[in-house]
């Protein structure tokens, strides 16, 4: 069976390729259960780092800007080891979701400082579009079928040379801000979630495969990191869109 594409790079198809090509020197195979289960596992340990880092910075204890950059830097070189040697993905992808607490829970706070309820607001709405796209995948309503995964292929992409261009812009004092742009901002930002969230339907379609093609036991715990990478995303775009809704 031949992979399909996915604009998650962690989760791309040369990559559950060369895991596949060693699988046979592994016993025990990837299961679904396994896979939701070290995800849980994952996101339970981000939720522990990131309550430390919220209360820490609400309390002016530490200075967030610390918290933010560390925990993304941090969470960035986790992600390349993981990425680069994924049969470490048993060690490094638990690091790599406590690192990413410490991120998520500082830039949470600071929203929350400023637009009351907004948090709890963005982790339901992550929630429900998580649910709601898994659904949509199973019942096969949306098919990751190779129009599709072009499709968001060339979207993700876009986006990515955007945020690209925009950091460079901001370093010589230039670059584009969401919130300084009124209804345009809303209007790219609601497009950057639907883009985030369709990229969940392809980690599904990939993640699925792999376990139909027999990969090995670790890859459940590779596999969970490629989704929470889009989730990380997804969240952090609908904190912003909401924060931007809150400015209207």
Known sequence: MRFGKTTNPVLSENRFKNIQAQA????????????????????????????????????????????????????????????????KSPITAPVYA????????????????FYDGIVMQAVGLTLSILFVMLILYRTGVIKATPKFKKGIIIATGGVALFYILNLVASFFGGGVSLFNLGIVGIGISLVIVVIAAMNLILDFDMIEKSINTGQPKYVEWFAGFGLMVTLIWLYLEILRLLALLSRR
């Open 24 to 87: 046979g020197v592994f016993t025990e195979q990837m299961t679904l259960n396994g896979t939701v289960n070290k995800t849980l596992l994952m996101f339970l340990l981000l939720l522990i780092t990131a309550g430390l880092s919220w209360k820490m910075t609400l309390a002016g204890t530490v200075n967030p800007m610390i918290l933010i950059w560390g925990g993304a830097i941090g969470g960035l070189i986790l992600a390349v080891i993981t990425v680069m040697k994924p049969e």
């Open 98 to 113: 406590l690192l990413e607490g410490f991120f998520v829970g500082a830039i949470s706070a600071m929203y929350s400082g």
